[in-house]
């Protein structure tokens, strides 16, 4: 890497700027978070507990809607490297560490972007800031959305997607980083990446009026899948097979509320806008960024006219066209990118409904939150806002100019910090419940400001944090069932809760706040017509559960007579028994059984998996034996020259 130096300072900085952001969180560090914070939690638990407890790949989640796909979840993280940090400290330290590293490594990856495009050194952090410390992230990161951890990444994406299109070597990095995206948890961070690069590929290659764009991406997106086959091949599995998710009632954006989200100064988590969060409408970046892109346009605009000739050659650089004369098709392309898809964030808030356009596209019906797509509108601002203000930064200029990129730049700090950092102060406030006699309580008095619910609390939960080994189970979040450790509200958030404190109790909840999800066909304990988690279809004999895990369980069963053993967990083709064969009986897993005792081991193991992983390591091994081969042979020096 280039001047190195260099970016051991910025990742310094930005990782000072990121602590400060996130500082109230490290105030009660072992503390639960509220809104969303539980159900994340819950979908990053149950495979720690997976790998961890019971030494199994976490490929099923029996503690959702009566059986789930594990790995092939839409918010599965278990690929991911940053799961390592849950996997060492724990789910709620874990998120925690994880959200901080991603602030550090987005800013760092914007910072380098921009000076890729021909920066200086001061002004591009102005555009770090403006990417990693603003609204949009924090507010996400505040209210538990840990599957965008991963969206702030983007700049190193788009970095190698830049220098891949003079350098084919480069679209590896790149499709790596949206395999990080894919391995992560959620689709949205993957699903915006691919538009935007889809959209920036085809406007390239207009401008540039050559294909090397969509070469460089058909490469990327090839990488990705092949490499990410172990990912990818369970989750088209869950998108074949899984329950209908409900179409998102939002279908546009109005200007004001776009415009309020950028700059209004008084956003707050626990109000709410129709029927979403304000975190769904809010990415504050404040007035002065948005002021400095204005002036961009507007000096650009004017000098690029002077420095053509008659023929509208480009007689001279100006700032607009700078040493990276290589990426002029780029910078417009971006400008052009950003400009879509500030379009496509209004909706049907306009005339012509370019979101409703894109959603008759395959996996796009069901887009949450349009608003969500101004991130990419925010990535295309910062380098011409860094650009602009090089123009202070140049050889020559008196030292009170070159100062003004410094001021600037630390004027949008502070003023970031204490517009964003203020997120994180009354999130986590739900301390670890006590043991105490077999029973916890959680009083924090703290609840009683910010929930709907402050009438549950003190919120009973027995033996949470001893991992109990009892019987797993299932239930209902059912109002008034003795013996539960959950809230009884129905609201989103108490749901949320309520599903880890039961996971954390061994007992699966049925109607747990989950989206994606197999059509359920398990019943709870309250439900007319359960008998067990295990039972025998004639009602003769006797099935016990003696060993339970997530992948595998193993029954005992006595009989008189041939019969059908039936376990209470949704059915799906990866289920296997041991010297059996198991099909679904009314949407449940069965195998017949003979007559006298047996123990039957069922264990979890789908195709789609083993498909996946034999895709992805002969493409890794044919990637290595490729590395080697080329690996004396002489290359060509990288075009542009990237700092």
């Known amino acids: 890497m280039k001047n190195w130096r260099e970016h051991l300072v910025a990742l310094i900085i930005f990782t000072i700027?990121?602590?400060?952001?996130?500082?109230?969180?490290?105030?009660?560090?072992?503390?639960?978070?509220?809104?969303?914070?539980?159900?994340?939690?819950?979908?990053?638990?149950?495979?720690?507990?997976?790998?961890?407890?019971?030494?199994?790949?976490?490929?099923?989640?029996?503690?959702?809607?009566g059986g789930n796909l594990g790995l092939g979840h839409t918010h599965d993280g278990t690929l991911s490297p940053f799961f390592l940090f849950v996997l060492v400290f724990g789910v709620v330290k874990g998120l925690k560490i994880w959200m901080v590293v991603s602030t550090v490594l987005g800013g760092w990856g914007m910072w380098a972007l921009v000076r890729s495009f021909g920066a200086g050194k001061i002004s591009?952090?102005?555009?770090?800031?403006v990417w990693a410390l603003g609204g949009y992230f924090a507010m996400h990161f505040a209210v538990g959305h840990a599957d965008h951890f991963t969206q702030i990444l983007l700049p190193w994406l788009y970095l190698f997607y830049l220098k891949s299109l003079h350098n084919l070597r480069y679209a590896l990095p790149a499709a790596l980083v949206l395999i990080l995206m894919a391995f992560s948890g959620n689709p949205y961070p993957f699903i915006i990446s691919l538009l935007f690069l889809?959209?920036?590929?085809?406007?390239?290659?207009?401008?540039?009026?050559?294909?090397?764009?969509?070469?460089?991406?058909?490469?990327?997106?090839?990488?990705?899948?092949?490499?990410?086959?172990?990912?990818?091949?369970?989750?088209?599995?869950?998108?074949?097979?899984?329950?209908?998710?409900?179409?998102?009632?939002?279908?546009?954006?109005?200007?004001?509320?776009?415009?309020?989200?950028?700059?209004?100064?008084?956003?707050?988590?626990?109000?709410?806008?129709?029927?979403?969060?304000?975190?769904?409408?809010?990415?504050?970046i404040g007035l002065l960024p948005l002021a400095v892109f204005a002036l961009a346009l507007v000096d650009g605009f004017i000098r690029s006219m002077r420095k053509r000739g008659p023929a509208g050659e480009i007689i001279e650089e100006s700032w607009?066209?700078?040493?990276?004369?290589?990426?002029?098709?780029e910078k417009w392309a971006l400008a052009a990118t950003g400009t879509l898809f500030f379009f496509l964030t209004l909706g049907d808030k306009i005339s012509i409904d370019l979101l409703g356009i894109l959603r008759l596209l395959p996996g796009l019906r069901f887009f949450h939150s349009p608003f969500r797509l101004i991130i990419v509108s925010i990535l295309a601002i910062c380098p011409w806002v860094g650009l602009f203000l090089t123009k202070w930064?140049?050889?020559?200029?008196?030292?009170?100019?070159?100062?003004?990129?410094?001021?600037?730049?630390?004027?949008?700090?502070?003023?970031?910090?204490?517009?964003?950092?203020?997120?994180?102060?009354?999130?986590?406030?739900i301390p670890p419940p006590e043991i105490a006699t077999g029973k916890a309580y959680i009083t924090d008095p703290t609840l009683l400001e910010h929930h709907k619910w402050a009438e549950k609390v003190p919120l009973l939960v027995a033996d949470v944090g001893q991992r109990p080994s009892r019987q797993f189970s299932q239930k209902h979040l059912a109002e008034n069932s003795a013996g539960l450790s959950y809230f009884a509200s129905r609201d989103i958030e108490s749901k949320a809760l309520a599903m880890y404190l039961n996971f954390l109790q061994n007992v699966g909840t049925l109607d747990s706040y989950d989206p994606a999800h197999l059509p359920q066909y398990a019943l709870g304990q309250e439900d007319e017509g359960?008998?067990?988690?295990?039972?025998?279809?004639?009602?003769?004999?006797?099935?016990?559960?003696?060993?339970?895990?997530?992948?595998?369980?193993?029954?005992?069963?006595?009989?008189?007579?041939?019969?059908?053993?039936?376990?209470?967990q949704n059915f799906h083709p990866g289920w296997r028994a041991k010297g059996g064969r198991v099909q679904a009986h009314q949407g449940l897993i069965s195998t017949k059984v003979s007559s006298g005792e047996q123990i039957i081991t069922f264990y979890f193991l789908p195709l789609s998996f083993l498909l996946g992983v034999a895709l992805t390591l002969a493409t890794s091994v044919g990637l290595i034996v490729l590395f080697i081969r080329r690996k004396h042979k002489p290359c060509l020096p990288d075009k542009p020259q990237f700092p």
């Open 320 to 329: 607009l066209f700078s040493s990276a004369a290589q990426l002029q098709s």
């Open 17 to 65: 700027a990121s602590v400060l952001l996130a500082l109230p969180i490290f105030e009660h560090f072992n503390h639960w978070g509220r809104l969303d914070w539980p159900q994340f939690y819950t979908w990053y638990d149950v495979p720690r507990t997976t790998i961890l407890k019971y030494k199994q790949i976490p490929l099923w989640n029996p503690y959702s809607w």
């Open 124 to 129: 591009s952090y102005f555009s770090g800031f």
């Open 530 to 568: 359960y008998r067990g988690e295990a039972f025998m279809l004639s009602g003769e004999g006797s099935a016990e559960m003696i060993k339970f895990s997530p992948n595998k369980f193993i029954i005992k069963t006595s009989t008189s007579a041939p019969d059908t053993l039936i376990i209470n």
């Open 393 to 429: 930064e140049l050889p020559g200029k008196r030292i009170i100019y070159k100062a003004l990129p410094l001021i600037l730049s630390c004027i949008l700090l502070g003023d970031l910090l204490s517009q964003n950092s203020r997120h994180f102060q009354d999130i986590f406030i």
């Open 198 to 284: 889809g959209f920036h590929s085809l406007i390239c290659a207009a401008v540039k009026r050559n294909l090397g764009p969509i070469r460089s991406l058909v490469l990327i997106l090839a990488l990705t899948f092949f490499l990410g086959a172990v990912r990818f091949f369970p989750l088209l599995d869950m998108m074949v097979r899984g329950a209908a998710v409900k179409k998102d009632v939002l279908t546009g954006t109005d200007i004001y509320k776009l415009w309020g989200g950028l700059v209004f100064r008084g956003q707050e988590l626990h109000a709410h806008l129709g029927n979403y969060g304000t975190w769904e409408f809010a990415a504050y």
